[in-house]
Nanobody
């Protein structure tokens, strides 16, 4: 069973919004932190936002998304959410959710979901 499954990507015009979800499987799923990363063509994967999974307090936003993106969790559904507003063409990338479950950083990854923002 795949532990993390993303959904919600798609094609949107600049200025629009998308909501990404990452469903964590298993009633006993736990993590210290969860995050959204993204990777644009020809570029390195970058951390977009992270959240303390236990407290629900967000801990990091990349400068490029501050004020536009919001990371949150839905405890009842064991789901990580990324609300993306005022999207820009430079936000185009494959977005991945990841969980920090052990002692060596983000060690559990979803399969990714494509976000394309047209100008």
């Amino acid at each position: 069973q795949v532990p993390l499954v993303e959904s919600g990507g798609g094609l949107v015009q600049a200025g629009g919004s998308l909501r990404l979800s990452c469903a964590a499987s298993g009633r006993t799923f736990s993590a210290y932190s969860m995050a959204w990363f993204r990777q644009a063509p020809g570029k390195a994967r970058e951390l977009v936002a992270s959240i303390n999974w236990r407290s629900g307090v967000s801990s990091y936003y990349a400068d490029s998304v501050k004020g536009r993106f919001t990371i949150s969790r839905d405890n009842a559904k064991n789901t990580l959410i990324l609300q993306m507003n005022s999207l820009k063409p430079e936000d185009t990338a494959v977005y991945y959710c990841a969980a920090w479950r052990g002692t060596t950083g983000y060690d559990t990854w979803g399969q990714g979901t494509q976000v394309t923002v047209s100008s």
